[in-house]
């Protein structure tokens, strides 16, 4: 589980992909955008969320998606209110740490 200041996310995985459940409030610091080579493919469960994808900014209400390509720079911040959401990933190496619980992958 990461648990930082204003964010707590469990992370999942399958044979090929990862989802990520996420709980951000707002009070979380602001992230400075990033890219990564996978594309994300967001689902936002409750609350509000605004995106920022490659400088434009995208607002989300429940069950509102948005699908971000591989390489373009995003942040997110939640909007007055907590906010949940499922983030869908290809399988990421850099995440496999996050998801050691799983004992069927080798895990602890």
């Known amino acids: 589980m990461r648990d930082e200041e204003g ?12 989802v990520g459940f996420t709980v951000i ?17 967001n689902v936002l ?4 969320l605004d995106f920022l994808v490659d400088g434009e900014r995208v607002s989300l209400e429940p069950y509102d998606a948005l ?8 942040t997110s911040r939640s909007v007055g209110e ?3 959401l499922f983030a869908f990933w290809p399988l990421r ?8 619980y799983q004992t069927e992958f080798g895990g602890e």
């Open 7 to 18: 964010i707590r996310q469990v992370v999942f995985r399958g044979m090929d992909q990862m």
């Open 82 to 84: 907590h906010a949940v």
């Open 67 to 74: 699908a971000i390509p591989p390489g373009v720079e995003h």
């Open 45 to 48: 469960a409750e609350g509000r």
């Open 25 to 41: 409030e707002p009070d979380k610091p602001d992230a400075e955008p990033h890219t990564h080579p996978w594309e994300q493919v």
């Open 93 to 100: 190496e850099d995440r496999l740490d996050a998801t050691a």
